[in-house]
């Protein structure tokens, strides 16, 4: 598998419950980002996370972090039909690296 | 402050043309870098440049790619004789500064379409 991997790969919710998405890597990082992408559109930057970091916030998304476990989640809270999109996790795989190593992504649909 | 922009949008093309895609960094950005993203996967990084510089080009085909960034003007990555398995939409992003201690911005991409 390969660096950045994200699980589910595909989740089908109701409006209005929680998505939890999941991204595990193997090496150690410096950040990690979440991105989101509507179908055929680019990428929507939604957070940042430092590897000294175990929790960040930005409106309804939570993201945590464990290094220990290399691995990453997004919490999407009270989902809308607008957050139907595929999310990424991006890591930059060893220090000092400018290059981010994107997983395939989590195809998320919310149901209204 | 406009974001990263990419032109075209769309672009076909028939086998053995040639492809340019061109990107604009956001302003006082110096850095940029293409990603390809096939179908169904996700962002594969291909070539890291700085202005008039290619810095890291790991990421890209041996052969009929090249990447420019010169001093005036945007990015452009050319892709010769292109063949059905170059179809792909190709992102570019940038920052202002090298490392990913900083986010990177990425345009609306390039789809490239091979017949």
């Known amino acids: 598998s390969q660096q950045g991997e994200e699980d589910p790969q595909a989740l089908s919710i109701q409006e209005g419950e929680n998505a939890t998405m999941n991204c595990s890597y193997k090496?150690?990082?410096?950040?990690l980002q979440w991105y989101r992408q509507n179908s055929g559109r680019g990428l929507v930057h939604l957070i940042l996370i430092r590897s000294n970091e175990r929790e960040k916030h930005s409106g309804r998304l939570r993201v945590t972090l464990d290094t220990s476990k290399k691995s990453s989640s997004l919490l999407i809270t009270a989902s809308r039909a607008a957050d139907t999109a595929s999310y990424f996790c991006a890591t930059d795989g060893t220090s000092g690296t400018y290059k981010y190593i994107f997983g395939t992504g989590t195809r998320l649909k919310v149901l209204a | 402050n406009a974001g990263v922009m990419q032109n075209p949008r769309h672009l076909v093309r028939r086998r053995g043309q040639e492809a340019r895609l061109r990107c604009s960094p956001m302003?006082?950005?110096?850095?940029v870098y293409w990603y390809r993203q096939l179908p169904e996967e996700g962002l594969k990084f291909m070539v890291y440049?700085?202005?008039?510089?290619?810095?890291?080009e790991s990421g890209m085909p041996k052969e009929r790619f090249s990447a420019e960034f010169p001093k005036e003007g945007p990015s452009i990555l050319r892709i010769q004789q292109v063949v059905r398995g170059d179809s792909a939409a190709y992102f570019c992003?940038?920052?202002?500064?090298?490392?990913?201690?900083?986010?990177?911005?990425f345009g609306p991409g390039t789809r490239l379409t091979v017949t």
């Open positions: 440049l700085q202005k008039e510089n290619i810095i890291d």
């Open positions: 992003a940038s920052s202002p500064v090298a490392g990913t201690t900083y986010e990177q911005y």
């Open positions: 090496t150690s990082i410096n950040n």
């Open positions: 302003k006082g950005h110096s850095h």
